[in-house]
């Protein structure tokens, strides 16, 4: 069946630093990929989709990009706040079905 | 705009007893989600309701879980009775429709569930 392989966390960075969050899929078809991220306290929200081969998501400073070849969904941010410390969720929507991974905390320290 | 709203925000119960969660979606959403988090996972959907029907539960425990959504409307999710590795954090979120690789899903904050 679907299902999305994260990066086990924690991972603990300093503000200005480079972040990548490794995140790999198995699905049939053709599906969407998203990350959704949880602030402490708060419900998820959705940060960035695609939803084809090639297409890059893109928000608040993160991107990732549907890498069909490697079936994969990297988030990646080029400098890191303290205000994006959080829970990171990668998903897959398959047969009308949002496939969760684990989730990866991030800590970013000042 | 106002978002899902989930109560209670945290329930203590022991083991064989019950517990209901109740889950107001975005107005005009006419899809809702139960998602349970088990700590340390991702969501996994529990049941989808489209407006009042039934659109998925396939990974419902039905011998002890129960959904409703009678009105189309706000949701409660019961489970009756409970036992200790129902613990974990219940989810409510809503969408439009419900193609969930066209549209995003809006989340409400969760009710944390702890069985003693």
């Known amino acids: 069946g679907d299902s999305v392989t994260q990066m086990e966390g924690p991972v603990t960075l300093s503000e200005e630093a480079f972040l990548t969050i490794n995140c790999t899929y198995t699905?049939?078809?053709?599906?969407?990929l998203f990350w959704y991220v949880q602030y402490p306290g708060e419900g998820l929200q959705l940060l960035l989709k695609?939803?084809?081969?090639?297409d890059k998501g893109s928000n608040k400073g993160f991107e990732a990009t549907y890498r069909k070849e490697t079936t994969s969904f990297h988030l990646e941010k080029g400098s890191v706040q303290v205000s994006d410390s959080a829970v990171y969720f990668c998903?897959?929507?398959?047969?009308?079905?949002?496939?969760f991974g684990k989730g990866t905390k991030l800590t970013v320290n000042p | 705009e106002a978002g899902v709203a989930q109560s209670p925000r945290y329930k203590i119960i022991e083991k064989r007893q019950s517990v209901a969660f109740w889950c107001n979606p975005i107005?005009?959403?006419?899809?809702l989600y139960w998602y349970q988090q088990i700590l340390g996972q991702g969501p996994k959907l529990l049941i989808q309701?489209?407006?009042?029907?039934?659109?998925?539960d396939s990974q419902l425990p039905k011998d002890r879980f129960s959904a409703e959504r009678l009105k189309g409307v706000d949701s409660t999710l019961k489970i009756q009775p409970a036992k200790l590795e129902d613990s974990a954090v219940y989810l409510c979120?809503?969408?439009?429709?419900?193609?969930?690789?066209?549209?995003?899903?809006?989340f409400g904050s969760g009710t944390q569930l702890s069985v003693l």
């Open positions: 979120a809503s969408s439009f429709f419900g193609t969930v690789n066209d549209e995003k899903l809006f």
């Open positions: 699905a049939t078809g053709y599906p969407s």
């Open positions: 695609a939803t084809k081969a090639d």
């Open positions: 998903a897959l929507g398959g047969s009308e079905k949002l496939v």
């Open positions: 107005s005009g959403h006419a899809t």
């Open positions: 309701f489209q407006n009042n029907g039934v659109v998925d």
